[in-house]
């Protein structure tokens, strides 16, 4: 059976996930307004906090506590809804763990696991379609010579190492495409650009570029490139990563709606506009239950994004809910955060508050690790059971 009731250690750790995440709203203006700054990794204020890390505080939940899976979800939630600067804070891991957990040896995890990974994947020319991609990797002696470009790499700034998606043979298609660990100060990789954004300021996403970049043949996550050339740490594996993060970029977007929807209920109820749950719709006033409708949106979303991870942590299948999680939540932040501004009226405009920010940064949750058109058709693959040459 899948319950989701929080025991009493749950809450614990929620409540001082809560009491942080809180401190970053005091930061959240200021490097929204200046985002070419890096945020310091630890903000002064988190000292008191720093025997209560919920990963460490987790060490001391039991069996009978929600597992760490579900758990991490929603830390995230609990996280963002303080602001997203929270991400600032995190320290070591990016998209490229996730990418490393999924198909790097157990000596590469070892190895490279400590360190803070980006993953790069898009190219100028390829978004959507993973498969199009034309930075190549050449095997020259004992070293990878890397070649090409990608953009949109989130933490590209401040990662210690990039894993890179490249292909052995272009013309062979998905096949041929292998991730590999390419470390910062590898001379041939230059980070290009830092991009300016609508939202989510406070985190990085660069451009890189890859000259002739040689690497040892180690790097090739998956390891010896015998077993690679028959399929293992490939493309189907690296794809595999997306289940784990999918249900997570919905959460850090369903923490910020969530945060914009406490703010709206806040300001409303000081206008002497307050629910009444047991009031039929018809009683009760239209603005309430507006307010009803975006709180039900959340929960739905939210428990998709709990569904998925409770399946992962299970040992079961996740590809379609985690599709399913981000997709849901994609939509409902964007609808949420909407939603509450116009309730607000020109209140939610103004940069005197934090919910137009919420607003903009959410917009993100239905564009990257796959956009939401991307979702709904790998949704309706698994459905309908075609593959990806049958439907894409
Ligand atoms: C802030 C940010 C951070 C990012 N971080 C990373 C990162 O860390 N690493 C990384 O590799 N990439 C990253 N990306 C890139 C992101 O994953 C891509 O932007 C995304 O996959 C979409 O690709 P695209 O921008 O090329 O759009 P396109 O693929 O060109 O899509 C444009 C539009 O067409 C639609 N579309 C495309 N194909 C189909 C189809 N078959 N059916 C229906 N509709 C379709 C899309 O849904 C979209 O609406 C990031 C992007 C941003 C903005």
Not at 95 to 105: E, I, K, Y
């Amino acid at each position: 059976m899948i319950d989701f009731t929080l025991t009493q250690q749950d809450q614990k750790i929620l409540d001082v996930v809560r009491e942080r995440a809180l401190i970053c709203r005091n930061y959240a203006r200021y490097y929204d307004e200046h985002e070419e700054e890096f945020a310091p990794a630890e903000l002064p204020e988190n000292e008191q906090f720093k025997d209560k890390h919920p990963f460490v505080l987790m060490r001391g939940s039991g069996e009978n506590d929600t597992s760490f899976g579900v758990m991490s979800m929603l830390v995230s939630i609990g996280q963002t809804w303080g602001d997203y600067t929270v991400r600032l804070q995190q320290g070591a891991g990016g998209l490229g763990n996730a990418s490393l957990g999924a198909v790097g040896t157990d000596e590469q995890k070892t190895k490279w696991g400590s360190m803070t990974l980006a993953m790069a994947n898009t190219e100028p020319g390829c978004g959507s379609d993973s498969k199009a991609i034309i930075t190549t990797a050449v095997l020259d002696g004992d070293e990878w010579v890397i070649n090409g470009e990608k953009i949109f790499v989130t933490t590209g700034c401040r990662c210690d190492g990039v894993v890179v998606w490249a292909t052995l043979d272009a013309s062979k298609g998905r096949g041929a495409i292998k991730a590999f660990m390419i470390p910062k100060g590898v001379p041939g990789f230059e980070v290009t650009h830092k991009e300016k954004k609508l939202g989510i300021r406070a985190d990085d996403t660069a451009a890189m570029v890859f000259t002739d970049c040689r690497i040892p043949r180690e790097n090739l996550l998956g390891g010896n490139e015998e077993i690679v050339q028959k399929g293992g740490g490939g493309f189907k594996g690296l794809m595999g990563t997306f289940n784990m993060t999918r249900p997570g970029v919905a959460a850090i977007g369903l923490g910020m709606a969530r945060a914009a929807l406490d703010f709206t209920r806040d300001e409303l109820a000081k206008e002497g506009i307050e629910v009444d749950y047991a009031a039929s719709p018809s009683e009760r006033s239209a603005v309430a239950q507006k307010l009803i409708e975006i709180e039900a949106d959340l929960e739905a979303a939210e428990l998709t994004v709990l569904h998925a991870v409770w399946l992962s942590t299970d040992g079961k299948p996740n590809n379609m809910e985690a599709s399913i999680a981000k997709a849901k939540g994609g939509e409902v932040v964007r609808t949420a955060t909407q939603r509450c501004l116009e309730l607000l009226g020109g209140l939610g405009v103004s940069r005197d508050y934090l919910i137009e920010k919420w607003f903009r940064d959410v917009r993100i949750t239905d564009i990257y690790e796959g956009t939401g058109q991307i979702q709904k058709l790998i949704i309706a693959r698994q459905i309908l059971e075609y593959s990806s040459a049958e439907l894409s």
